[in-house]
């Protein structure tokens, strides 16, 4: 039988709060809001008391998928299990307030200032902002400051490169700083296209923006005459380094030729995420655009940590205070604990861990690009579409094993592309587990593809209907 999904818990008069006796004196609303703005009737709010409400969430986190439950292999999003220590470090910090007085938030400030030099010694950059509150804004902020730098040389441009393979944050940053896409193909290699690249470079390109390890996992060979070519122009190199998780303590992209470099730390950096946030983006640069990153900077003045509003050249300010703190505290916490052997031990094992898992399916799925891979890889269902089964049905059977789905039809130069990313944190049992889930799946396509078509019938939900969900997204009721 199925979980009954929508349960009416709300009873009238039932309150999960307790609050004391109001003991001053009460003021009419009515003195406070003009009466055209008061609303005439009690707003429709569930009642519930509190175990009530504690279930409800309960319910929920055991309804949804999450990466304390089991293996969620989503490329491109590394999930990787998140240390309790750095909630136990955030959450003991979560009263500090952002109007505190300098001198009495050392601390916080101190916690700023040693992430930043932390991010510095991982990328090789020379200066970095916290403020950005996701990758994708920080990919803005990159490309605000590429701006201010081609401003001050009086540089007169208004392209930015972009591979074919990338995240579809890259084109809309840019537009939204104001340039123009030009798309690079990739080759067959699933790497720049240097022909296309290179008919593609003029006075008019402001920089390239390169995602490495690209989405498909691999890396980018051709970085040192890529990075020349733009440099030969004036333009600026920009790593989306969403996928730092292969590299940490292996390779800098300062060294590869970047300028700027974003990090997504609510990925490498271990906080929860999914659902849209909260995240923290950090921007990195190196020394000839340090001056134009946003205010404030954190600076250190007569052996005092200090917020310094007052850089001429900044692009000004992108986030509230200095970013999302509990997201800083918990990077912070990850990267200490770790230290840098521990850091680099990370990426060796995530890297590992994805070319075992690929080793282990590519007789049974079409691998995009069969090369040694970097912390992902990319199988094609498109053998599997043939016989009438596609990704997405693919992905919908995994459920029924209790799995997370990897990442589908992305990126998009792959026909019926299934991006499985297991991080270093699961172990050789868990991936064989899905190892096998996924060899069984392949077989039941062959043998009893109804089962598969009708998937998932485990989950408190069955299939939905996709067009309908996309047209009409309802997230509450
Ligand atoms: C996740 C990701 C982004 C966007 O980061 P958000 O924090 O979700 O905005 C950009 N590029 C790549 C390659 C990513 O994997």
């Excluded at 537009?175 to 003029?202: C, P, R």
């Excluded at 992209?253 to 995420?273: E, M, Q, R, V, W």
Aim: glycine letters at 8%.
């Amino acid at each position: 039988m199925k979980t009954q999904l929508i349960v009416e818990k709300s009873t009238r008069g039932h309150i999960a709060t307790s609050l004391p006796n109001l003991d001053v004196p009460q003021v009419p609303l009515s003195d406070l809001v003009p009466e055209k703005y008061l609303r005439s009737d009690d707003p429709n709010l569930p009642e519930v008391s509190e175990p009530e409400l504690v279930r409800h969430y309960v319910g929920l986190s055991s309804k949804n998928h999450h990466v304390d439950k089991d293996f969620y292999p989503l490329g491109s999003c590394t999930m990787k299990y998140n240390p309790k220590i750095n909630d136990w470090t955030a959450s003991a910090l979560a009263e500090v307030h952002p109007y505190q007085p300098q001198e009495l938030s050392q601390g916080r400030l101190g916690l700023y200032y040693e992430l930043e030099q932390q991010l510095c010694a991982i990328t090789g950059m020379k200066a970095f902002t916290l403020q950005p509150a996701a990758g994708s804004q920080g990919e803005l902020v990159g490309v605000l400051l590429m701006r201010k730098y081609h401003e001050m040389r009086g540089n007169d441009k208004d392209v930015i490169l972009i591979p074919d393979a990338a995240h579809g944050t890259n084109p809309a940053s840019v537009a939204m700083a104001g340039y123009k896409v030009i798309e690079v193909k990739s080759n067959d290699q699933g790497l720049v296209d240097l022909d296309d690249f290179e008919s593609k470079i003029n006075d008019r390109v402001a920089g390239f923006m390169l995602t490495n390890p690209n989405t498909l996992g691999l890396f980018e060979e051709n970085i040192s005459k890529i990075s020349e070519l733009i440099h030969g122009v004036d333009g600026l190199m920009y790593m989306d380094g969403a996928n730092m998780n292969a590299l940490m303590g292996i390779v800098r992209p300062a060294d590869a030729g970047f300028d700027i470099t974003h990090l997504n730390l609510h990925k490498t950096f271990s906080t929860p995420h999914g659902g849209g946030g909260p995240g923290a983006g950090p921007i990195g640069v190196v020394e000839k655009l340090a001056d134009f990153l946003p205010t404030p900077k954190v600076e250190i003045e007569n052996d005092k940590y200090v917020l310094n509003y007052d850089l001429e050249h900044s692009i000004g300010r992108v986030h509230g205070f200095y970013g999302n703190f509990g997201i800083l505290i918990r990077a912070w916490t990850y990267i200490r604990m770790l230290g840098p052997d521990g850091l680099k031990s990370i990426s060796r094992v995530a890297v590992t861990n994805a070319n075992y898992m690929m080793h282990k399916l590519k007789d049974v799925f079409e691998l995009a690009y069969d090369k040694t891979c970097m912390h992902e890889f990319v199988l094609s269902a498109q053998a599997q579409k043939e016989k009438g089964t596609n990704a997405l049905y693919i992905a919908k059977r995994l459920l029924d094993f209790g799995f997370h789905s990897p990442t589908m039809y992305f990126p998009l130069i792959v026909k019926e592309a299934l991006m499985i990313e297991p991080t270093e944190s699961e172990n050789k049992e868990t991936m064989d587990r899905f190892i096998e889930v996924m060899r069984q799946i392949a077989d039941e396509i062959e043998t009893n593809p109804d089962l598969v078509h009708a998937a998932p019938h485990s989950t408190p939900v069955g299939r939905v209907d996709e067009t309908y969900a996309n047209r009409n997204l309802n997230v509450h009721w």
